[in-house]
């Protein structure tokens, strides 16, 4: 490669608060538009902003996460510029003094990487320009506010990226982290997460930087790699043609699978920042962040390490439940109760999660409580029900709350046993299928599994199916 590129990410989360940063209205998406305001969010004359201290604590737990050092004393300050969006003029953000400083966040792709971060600073959201969707449209554009004033975090790194992998990944480490931590949902649809990309590059072994341009508002992962190959590309074959690249705020169209010129960058001195006059500084002492500490869980990759080796789970199975700490939860609780961690694990990972999607839920939703499903395993081990039947079980749990035992003896599925009930099901199926048995006797051992798939169907599904085998044999063997 004949050009590095540099990769630097800012990536801005919606904090999962009910409330507003400044204000008491609601933060739910999907409201009508401009019916979660007040004066405060609207930017009205005399209204004067009140701190959510649940955004605090929420952007605190964050910066924890991401190992940086919150800071004693931050203040907010006023961004200036104009956009309709932005009824007062100015966005109330963090400027010299950011809530928290450095940290980072290790990723994998091509080879175990720290990337390092400059700074997460708290923020309040702009409202919205509507372009489209009224019948006028076509001359004029609609503002909605309620999504002004939503808590935000900036999280901004270090250009420590080296490809647009690295930076996809990274984006989705930290999505991971942020939902599991609770702080922000994860929805990228949604606005929840949002990335803009400074990327530059420069001829491999030159130290200093090119001239960076910023791709904003990169919404999945899969666009974020594929804006920065694209912005990577563009940026060599300017280079490469001898000319300049131009310090420029992008916008990627991933209809066209191309970012486009959307602005000049500005500058940090082109927003006028000063400190905001109508909050006092923001005090965390050591006793707030500790409480904090005391209510963060422990992270995704610890637990999955920990999964692996405490309870001897494969690394996927280990993978699939730690995706939520919900998820994570449940599980620990179903494989504590039914003392069968593995079995715990066959059951949340298929059975329960597959119903979830099947009925459009998440764990959050379950109907059913770890210890009732550790009630049907319990059932499996002691070889009360069959596998199968234990399906049918769970299928009916599920939908009627009723716990394993209680539906296997009102119902009568508990697995047959009893050798001489088997017995005569066994004889039976012998002598129904004369033709199987005498290509068995032959020697093609196949026939002997639809033998047994004969019985297991005379027994109702019921049939203890090591029992099954051993008289089938028996009794095959016995007559031959
Ligand atoms: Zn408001």
């Known amino acids: 490669m004949k050009y590095e590129p540099v990769i630097g990410l800012e990536i801005h989360a919606q904090l999962r608060t009910r409330t507003k940063i400044f204000c008491g209205c609601s933060t739910a998406f999907g409201a009508a538009p401009n019916t979660q305001v007040c004066p405060v969010c609207l930017g009205l004359p005399g209204a004067l902003p009140v701190l959510n201290r649940q955004a605090v604590d929420y952007a605190i737990k964050a910066a924890l996460a991401l190992g940086c050092q919150v800071q004693q004393e931050s203040v907010f300050a006023r961004k200036n510029y104009f956009y309709p969006d932005l009824p007062k003029g100015y966005q109330i953000s963090q400027y010299?003094?950011?809530?928290?400083?450095?940290?980072?966040?290790?990723?994998?792709a091509?080879?175990?990487?720290?990337?390092?971060?400059?700074?997460?600073?708290?923020?309040?959201?702009?409202?919205?320009?509507l372009h489209e969707g009224f019948p006028d449209s076509d001359r004029r554009t609609y503002v909605d506010f309620n999504r002004s004033g939503v808590p935000l975090i900036e999280i901004v790194t270090e250009p420590d990226m080296r490809s647009a992998a690295e930076a996809a990944e990274f984006f989705s480490c930290l999505r991971d982290i942020l939902v599991w931590l609770g702080v922000n949902d994860g929805n990228m649809e949604e606005g929840s997460l949002r990335c803009d990309a400074n990327v530059s590059v420069r001829p491999a072994g030159q130290r200093e930087f090119g001239t960076k341009a910023e791709v904003k508002n990169v919404n999945s992962f899969r666009y974020v790699q594929k804006a920065l190959e694209y912005e990577i590309d563009r940026q060599i074959d300017i280079l490469e043609g001898g000319g300049r690249v131009v310090q420029e705020t992008r916008l990627w169209d991933s209809a066209a699978g191309r970012t486009f010129s959307m602005r000049g960058k500005e500058e940090a001195h082109d927003y006028r920042y000063f400190p905001e006059p109508d909050l006092p500084p923001l005090i965390v002492d050591a006793a707030r962040v500790e409480t904090v500490r005391l209510t963060m869980t422990e992270l995704p990759e610890a637990r999955r390490r920990r999964f692996v080796a405490a309870y001897g789970l494969p690394e996927y199975d280990a993978g699939v439940l730690t995706q939520s700490s919900a998820l994570a939860d449940y599980f620990e609780q179903v494989a504590a109760a039914a003392g069968n961690s593995k079995a715990a694990s066959n059951w949340v990972m298929g059975e329960l999660l597959r119903t979830l999607n099947d009925r459009g839920k998440t764990i959050d939703d379950v109907p059913l409580t770890p210890r009732a499903l550790a009630g049907l395993i319990a059932l499996i081990d002691k070889g009360a029900i069959s596998s199968s039947i234990a399906k049918d079980v769970f299928a009916k749990m599920y939908?009627?709350?009723?716990?394993?035992?209680?539906?296997?003896?009102?119902?009568?599925?508990?697995?047959i046993g009893d050798e001489s009930a088997l017995l005569s099901i066994v004889r039976d199926v012998i002598g129904r299928h004369a033709d199987a048995v005498a290509q068995y006797r032959a020697g093609k051992a196949a026939t002997f599994g639809f033998l047994v798939g004969q019985v297991m169907k005379g027994s109702g599904g019921k049939g203890n199916p090591k029992l099954v085998n051993q008289l089938l044999t028996r009794e095959l063997d016995r007559s031959s």
């Open 96 to 108: 010299e003094r950011p809530l928290a400083l450095h940290g980072g966040l290790d990723i994998t």
């Open 110 to 129: 091509g080879g175990a990487k720290r990337i390092s971060l400059t700074r997460v600073h708290m923020e309040e959201d702009a409202g919205k320009s």
């Open 399 to 415: 939908d009627s709350g009723r716990t394993a035992e209680d539906i296997v003896a009102e119902e009568g599925l508990a697995q």
